[in-house]
């Protein structure tokens, strides 16, 4: 059979080792992320004053140079997915050869999505974000509404969707869509670098592919590290919660250094081996079980908490936030030299921008993890299971349970809002619940914030190990494994010690640019893909990879 010059890559060799310590592995890839990494981490030991200083001038120009360029991209990426799930001939290409079946139920491959995708921000932010935006938000500070006001409850909730609803989720979605549809539709290695096979080619193989999946690597670290980082401060306030001890505590009442430590002992060797079992069994089983225990935790607010008030907050804000959307993902506020101008401009910067940079540095981890466990489902499944079905559960969380926080500000107790974003969850338990009752919710938290911190990291230590082996799925060596888990609580605890979680914060917006670029173009590429497919139908891609063997 012959093609013509625009047939599709289907061999993408990629170099690994034989043989030694590496074997399996890139080791250009792998061995240059540990360096990098090794690098930011004893930079940040030895000079931690200068390291900050010097990360917070980069994140500052970053910010004010690249915002706009952040707000296109996840535009753009939305209108990537639009255009696949809604035209019925690209919607309906599986992701794998004809007569795939998923490997996974639906519960299950669900549950291992939401786990890793959103799990631990569900436990933080599902209070505190809606009652941040309750108190303060653009039309806040355009004098449209109050704070802490009834009139700024909608205008709270429109904005709380927007962080975490289609715009996140599709940052994970269009890495994972990418990664599924050219190793299983194309047969190409399961790494970052054979989603840009149709722009670049058999360039990948070489020093460009090594590059791309060295900014994956990077980008994967410091956005697990973000997440990591708001969990460890929210597992520690538990653990005080729940009467562990006051060295939890330093003077100022935030996580001391013994606290931060003992946290990622915990966490990361729990991590560490449900990692060593695999995919298959650790990760499912933990995925499963963070299922049931949110299913707990939301039953006990739909019952106990402001479930009406929640469940109108939850209508509202989504009619808000879909009509509003075009404008939410275009809007971009320049300073101008008026207060209200540079208010907006900034407060733009410290929220939108940020979420954007975190969700798109978490898109390597995910969108990888997504594509390990879809093979089988059509592209508009994929979609909905992975952008929408997620983006309405966080809907329903963040309107439940931080509605339930709104209505009791409403009612005049200031406990949930005068605490730090770590404590909010706890501290509306308390003001729920007897102090029996709030300390066994508090040891459920605890647990359910463990279980969802783990499958984060474990998820994480195998995703990045399959982009360093060039897209080997299977488990690569033990040390390997306990090595990223160890370098993953480096950063998160060395950050948090030297400079809280804004170094982290500022760390992980730096890694993330690189990255976006990558993004952009892998949606580009995967639109070439599907136009191919869908044009070329006589092209059979089994036939296609055994004649280019």
Not at 290 to 297: D, T
Not at 417 to 434: F, I, K, N, P, T
């Amino acid at each position: 059979m012959k093609f013509n010059r625009r047939k599709p890559l289907t061999k993408l060799p990629i170099k690994v080792a034989t043989k030694g310590f590496y074997e399996g592995f890139n080791k250009d890839v792998t061995i240059t992320a540990k360096i990098l990494l090794g690098l930011l981490i004893l930079w940040a030991v030895i000079f931690p004053e200068s390291s900050l200083a010097i990360l917070g001038t980069i994140n500052s120009f970053l910010l004010s140079n690249f915002s706009t360029w952040y707000i296109l991209s996840v535009t753009f990426f939305l209108l990537v997915a639009m255009f696949l799930a809604f035209i019925p001939r690209y919607g309906k290409l599986v992701l794998g050869d004809k007569g795939d079946k998923p490997e996974f139920s639906n519960f299950s491959w669900f549950a291992m999505i939401f786990g890793a995708g959103i799990g631990v921000g569900m436990l933080t932010f599902a209070t505190a974000e809606p009652m941040y935006h309750f108190g303060n938000n653009p039309e806040v500070i355009q004098g449209m509404a109050t704070g802490y006001g009834a009139d700024n409850v909608r205008y709270a909730y429109k904005w709380a969707f927007l962080h975490w609803g289609f715009s996140a989720w599709i940052c994970y979605s269009l890495v994972g869509l990418s990664m599924a549809y050219f190793s299983f539709r194309r047969k190409l290695p399961l790494t970052i670098r054979s989603g840009l096979a149709p722009i670049f080619g058999k360039k990948l193989s070489g020093r460009l592919g090594d590059a791309i999946d060295i900014v994956a690597v990077i980008a994967t670290l410091l956005g697990v590290a973000q997440t990591l980082g708001f969990g460890v401060e929210q597992f520690v306030s538990s653990m005080y919660r729940v009467g562990m001890g006051d060295w939890l505590l330093n003077a100022e009442g935030k996580s001391s250094a013994a606290a931060i430590i003992v946290a990622l002992i915990v966490i990361v060797g729990v991590a560490t081996v449900s990692a060593l079992s695999g995919l298959g069994k650790g990760v499912k089983w933990l995925s499963n079980l963070n299922m049931w225990l949110s299913f707990i935790l939301f039953t006990f607010f739909l019952i106990f908490g402001s479930t009406f008030f929640g469940l109108q907050s939850f209508f509202l804000g989504l009619f808000d936030y879909v009509v509003a959307l075009p404008a939410l993902l275009t809007t971009i506020w320049q300073p101008d030299g008026t207060t209200v101008g540079d208010t907006l401009s900034t407060w733009q910067k410290d929220w939108s921008v940020f979420y954007w940079a975190w969700w798109i540095a978490f898109g390597p981890f995910v969108g990888v993890f997504f594509a390990r466990i879809s093979r089988g489902r059509s592209i508009r499944v994929y979609l909905f299971g992975t952008v929408i079905l997620p983006a309405l559960m966080c809907f329903i969380w963040f309107s439940v349970v931080g509605g339930t926080a709104i209505d009791l500000t409403l009612g005049g107790t200031d406990a949930i809002s005068s605490v730090g974003q770590e404590s909010q969850l706890l501290a509306m338990l308390d003001v729920m619940l007897s102090p029996n009752a709030a300390w066994a919710m508090a040891i459920l938290v605890l647990v359910l914030l463990l279980t969802y911190l783990v499958t984060t990291l474990d998820s994480a230590i195998l995703v990045i190990n399959t982009i360093n082996s060039g897209g080997n799925e299977g488990p690569k060596g033990r040390p390997h494994i306990i090595f990223w888990g160890v370098i993953l609580a480096l950063v998160v605890g060395v950050l948090l010690i030297s400079g809280g979680l804004g170094a982290i914060k500022t760390a992980m917006v730096i890694g993330a640019l690189p990255f976006s670029f990558v993004m952009v173009l892998m949606g580009i590429a995967l639109i070439k893909a599907v136009l191919y497919d869908t044009t070329h139908p006589e092209v059979d891609m089994v036939e296609l990879v055994e004649e280019n063997s």
